[in-house]
């Protein structure tokens, strides 16, 4: 199933959208550093969710999906802070596409008055969605990521890569760091009690299937599985 999901994603064009289970989409997003990548959707009951979904090439796509489905955008989370520097507009322009939703991030990632709101403060919003954060740092002091048990899905932002889409592999690398040392990460990694069906990062392939996310994560904590 993890392949045929993967196959779907790389025979789109930037911009474009993918159904990769009943309530996720992503929408596939420039290349970066050699790795194409992906923000995502969530829509259950015809409330929604975006994660990392801020760019204007992705901007028809999904509100193309939100009008087919109904449904309403409740938050916009960012996994970290290089997505402000992203955004394709300035954020209440953003915020704008999708029904004014706010958009959230960690407080450690929010440096200056630019209408992004901190997660902290507004998490009636996740618990709409039974979704958790944690906070990982490492790729950027304010890097989290977002899991959604409901569907075992962990978004996992930059704190972890996916492999490219021209390569055979099928694991999840870590970032190069801004912050803390390399073994805080791993031991955040190591230590998740989290057992996810799937991680969806915003860079490489994503990782579906419970053997497969054991394989991947496996690969992750080793000492030399930092991105190239
Ligand atoms: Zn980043």
């Known amino acids: 199933m993890s392949q045929e999901i993967i196959k779907k994603i790389e025979n789109k064009k930037v911009g474009e959208a993918v159904e990769l289970l009943k309530v996720l989409w992503a929408f596939r997003l420039p290349k970066h550093r050699y790795r194409y990548g992906q923000s995502y959707l969530v829509i259950r009951d015809k409330r929604a969710f975006l994660v990392d979904a801020v760019h204007s090439e992705t901007k028809e796509a999904i509100k193309a999906i939100l009008e087919k489905n109904n449904a309403t955008v409740v938050a916009i989370i960012l996994t970290h802070g290089h997505l402000i520097g992203q955004l394709g507009g300035t954020s209440s322009e953003v915020s704008s596409w999708f029904n004014n939703a706010p958009i959230l991030a960690h407080p450690s990632d929010i440096t200056s008055a630019n209408g992004i709101q901190e997660i902290i403060k507004n998490m009636e919003l996740l618990s709409e969605f039974n979704l958790q954060f944690e906070h990982f740092g490492g790729h950027t002091p304010g890097s989290i990521i977002i899991h959604y048990p409901k569907e075992g899905l962990v978004f996992s932002g930059d704190v972890a890569i996916g492999s490219p889409y021209d390569s055979e592999d099928n694991v999840l ?26 991680i969806l990062p915003l860079h490489g392939k994503p990782v579906f299937g419970e ?12 000492k030399d599985s930092i991105m190239k």
Request: charged share 25%.
């Open 173 to 198: 690398d870590r970032p190069p760091l801004q912050s803390t040392d390399e073994t805080q990460v791993i031991d955040m990694w190591s230590n998740m009690i989290f057992e996810p069906n799937a």
């Open 211 to 222: 053997e497969n996310v054991k394989h991947a994560l496996v690969h992750l904590v080793k």
